[in-house]
């Protein structure tokens, strides 16, 4: 519940200053290598949570 609210704090105005300071610490050209990593590392997540659960029902069958 924590999370959300610090969600709610942040505006556009913060979320724009963020992005500005992002881009200039990485530079434009690192942007799209760390999204893709960041895609990457989030579907290998989902994949082992798929896995996870379908070990879990597989054993409750036996």
Do not use: C
């Not at 200053?17 to 610490?25: E, H, K, M, Q, R």
């Amino acid at each position: 519940m924590q999370t959300l609210t610090i969600l709610s704090v942040l505006g556009v105005p913060e979320i724009i200053v963020i992005a500005l300071v992002v881009l200039l610490i990485f530079g434009g050209k690192k942007i799209p290598e760390l999204m893709r990593g960041l895609g990457k590392g989030v579907s290998e997540f989902k994949k082992g949570v798929k896995d996870v659960e379908t070990e879990i029902k597989n054993e409750g069958e036996k």
